[in-house]
């Protein structure tokens, strides 16, 4: 048996930022909005050691005072370092405020833990997309060396929530690449994927540690740990480590718009814990990259709208010289495919169709439209229109991009329809990519996939893929026509 690969409903119900525990290698200790104790990992006596005053519904222990006096005023995200000590431990500590109060993660740090050093000369923006992926994989290689682990990967999510391993540094001695490799969206659940949007790192030294739990003053207080980077990992994300030979593993997120674009992620054979100062050496690094990356995809989309602009008014010169679209159509239509990478383009207006190369029928057309519409979009793009319209009559044609419902005049509406036929193609992913069910005290369970080689799958009724900015240049288009129709578009209705 196995399930989807898309995002799968049951790994979505765990409410991972309310397990009630924590991970082993730290202590967590919240204060209610007066100060006092309200939540304590039950690790926190034999940790703390020369602190054991403290407790639940106790104020905060004296090791702490100096500390939590010069925290500012935190919102919601925002985080304090800072660092306290016992006469036998010293701590790196991590302040995040709680609903009520704050949160308090404590680190015991070996004395003989050195810094990182990271200083070095600040790289430009890449100018072009082989510059970009050499400044990547530069980052890989610099996290790789500094932090000590086995292997670092740059994993970037697709649109449709598969994750593709675009840069790789490991170790000399480490068997095995991922560059390349894919991985299906299940991997990393969606609601994982929102904690990686709260957090500027997630750790987990140890994957084989028993987590250990919270207790409450008030047991019904179930602590939210959304921003807690000590929060107890899921064990489906632990046995899928230990299936990886993964003991100990870094993740720093790669945040783009406000979305998850791509994870960095260090993995070490064996357990392995980095102090906070070092993870936030290593955060450094991969803002900076980050920034770079903003910068580089902004100046793109630029380059692209301002060349679409110039295209588009070719188009219009185009339209407004014939005086009416049928004689312009092989014109328009010829720049419409270049355009957009496509094999045939088709505009229908009203009762009248225009086509030139591969086209729909006017039911795969309809249909089309009624899957667009139910998602309440004007533009909609499907490498796989087999899968993303059930019922599609046969056709040469595997892929669509939609604008629909361009208003022409009270009557009237403009579909245009850009045309991609199938493309067989490989992909690589990381072990077969559909999960395994197992049935575990008497109720079937999504496990994790048990091995990682190469596994490829040969894509049958897909068109070549759309690139991650088709969207955008749709909607500008979009614009440009809804801006144009007045000028250049005739109809015989009018």
């Known amino acids: 048996m196995s399930q989807s690969r898309g995002f799968i409903h049951q790994c979505e119900q765990e409410a991972l930022h309310l397990s009630g525990a924590i991970q082993a290698h730290g202590v967590l200790i919240m204060t209610d909005a007066n100060g006092y104790v309200s939540h304590l990992s039950a690790n926190a006596e034999a940790l703390l050691k020369g602190a054991a005053e403290v407790g639940l519904g106790q104020p905060l222990p004296a090791m702490l005072h100096d500390m939590a006096a010069s925290v500012p005023v935190l919102h919601t995200g925002e985080r304090y370092l800072g660092q306290c000590d016992t006469p036998e431990q010293e701590f790196d500590v991590v302040v995040t405020p709680s609903h009520e109060g704050r949160i308090y993660e404590l680190y015991p740090v070996d004395a003989h833990s050195d810094p990182m050093t990271t200083a070095g000369v600040a790289a430009p923006v890449p100018e072009n997309v082989d510059e970009l992926a050499a400044q990547c994989q530069a980052l890989m290689d610099s996290l790789l060396s500094l932090s000590g682990f086995d292997r670092v990967l740059y994993y970037r999510f697709m649109p449709e929530g598969d994750g593709e391993v675009l840069a790789e540094a490991r170790r000399e001695d480490v068997y095995g690449s991922y560059l390349g490799l894919r991985f299906p969206a299940s991997d990393i659940p969606y609601i994982a994927r929102q ?6 790192w997630r750790t987990i030294p140890d994957a084989t540690a028993a987590p250990v739990p919270i207790f409450a003053l008030n047991a019904d207080a179930t602590p939210d740990l959304s921003y807690v980077d000590l929060r107890s990992a899921s064990p489906i994300h632990l046995e899928y480590m230990a299936n990886m030979g993964v003991g100990g593993a870094i993740s720093l997120p790669i945040i783009q718009a406000g979305e998850l674009d791509a994870l960095i992620s260090c993995h070490a054979a064996s357990p392995r814990q980095l102090t906070v100062s070092q993870l936030e050496a290593m955060r450094g690094l991969s803002e900076g990259f980050n920034l770079r990356l903003r910068d580089f995809k902004a100046r793109r989309r630029q380059q692209v709208v301002d060349g ?13 010289r014939h005086g009416e679209l049928e004689s312009a159509w092989d014109e328009l239509s010829a720049w419409l495919m270049d355009t957009f990478a496509a094999d045939g383009v088709i505009l229908h207006m009203g009762e009248e169709y225009y086509q030139h190369g591969v086209g729909l029928s006017t039911t795969a057309m309809s249909m089309v439209s009624q899957q667009a519409a139910s998602e309440s979009s004007n533009v909609w793009i499907s490498d796989c229109l087999r899968r993303d319209c059930p019922d599609m009559p046969l056709s040469e044609v595997a892929g669509v991009a939609l604008i629909s419902d361009l208003p022409l005049d009270q009557y009237h509406s403009v579909n245009l ?5 199938e493309h067989l193609y490989d992909v690589a992913w990381g072990g077969n990519p559909d999960k395994p069910v197992d049935f575990r005290d008497g109720e079937s369970a999504v496990s994790p996939r048990r091995s990682f080689e190469s596994w490829v799958e040969q894509r049958v009724g897909y068109s070549r893929p759309w690139t991650s900015s088709t969207r955008l240049y749709l909607l500008k288009l979009r614009a440009l026509l809804q801006q144009a129709k007045s000028l250049t578009w005739h109809h015989d209705g009018e």
Not at 195 to 200: E, T
Not at 308 to 320: N, S, T
């Open 308 to 320: 679409l602009q110039r295209h588009f008014d070719h188009a219009k010169a185009v339209l407004m």
């Open 417 to 421: 329809y850009l045309c991609r036929v």
């Open 195 to 200: 904690l990686y949007l709260k957090n500027p």
